[in-house]
């Protein structure tokens, strides 16, 4: 008899862990602020030097929102690849791109308060959407790309401000990334992003960035 309770017991256990794992992405789902899954632009993976890397901090910033976490990337052969880690060190999500298609997976469910779609396209807007320009060119530069008009401002040879502005779409409603101002040439060590559409603010720290030279 003491066998058979124990086994029941087990069964329960089991039971109620298995129910755990099925309602605590849904409660976090019906409970948990998160932020809506944003539009944004790729830059192809064929574009991107094979062998770049990249390690960041990211501190998100909504209404309902306050979370930190670390990315890594890397382009290898035609996949780029995205994974972002919790203030644990925990891993959350992986993005992997081929092309322009993507494929996303979150260990969390929607636990996690954002969807890694909106991290891949700020690092896409951060890193590889430039405005073509002389290297030794200041000034105000502009340029189209993925349907949105882009608008970037360059002293004293550094970048200053990105803006992303789509058609149809209000001034104060444009994504706007502005770098700090001792940021070296051709480097992005600090940046501060702005989403007014989708509600948040990202302040972006890079801490390696490796873009081997294309061949």
């Known amino acids: 008899m003491r066998a058979g309770y124990f086994v029941g017991i087990g069964f329960f256990i089991t039971l109620a862990l298995a129910a755990c794992q099925t309602w605590l992405p ?12 944003c539009p944004g632009a790729l830059f192809p993976t064929q574009e991107i030097p094979d062998g770049f890397r990249l390690h960041q901090r990211i501190r998100i910033r909504a209404e309902k929102v306050s979370v930190g976490l670390e990315t890594v990337a890397q382009k290898h052969g035609d996949e780029f690849v995205l994974i972002g880690l919790n203030s644990m060190g925990a891993k959350v999500f992986a993005v992997r791109q081929r092309g ?4 996303v997976k979150e260990f969390m ?12 396209y700020d690092l896409h807007r951060e890193l ?18 993925g349907g ?9 040879g550094r970048p200053r ?4 502005h789509r058609p149809g779409e209000a001034e104060a409603d444009a994504v706007v990334l502005e770098f700090a101002a001792d940021t070296p040439p051709g480097t992005t060590a600090s940046v501060h992003l702005r989403n007014p ?15 081997p030279e294309r061949k």
């Open 161 to 164: 401000r990105r803006v992303f």
């Open 197 to 211: 559409v989708c509600g948040y603010e990202a302040a972006i720290v890079t801490l390696l960035e490796t873009v």
């Open 109 to 120: 469910g929607r636990a996690f308060p954002v969807p890694p779609r909106n991290v891949l």
């Open 26 to 37: 849904l409660w976090s789902l019906l409970h948990g602020p998160r932020l809506r899954e």
């Open 148 to 156: 949105v008009e882009i608008t970037e401002e360059w002293r004293k």
């Open 100 to 103: 322009l298609e993507i494929e």
């Open 128 to 145: 590889f959407f430039r405005v073509p320009r002389e290297p030794v060119q200041d000034g105000d530069f502009r340029s189209l790309a």
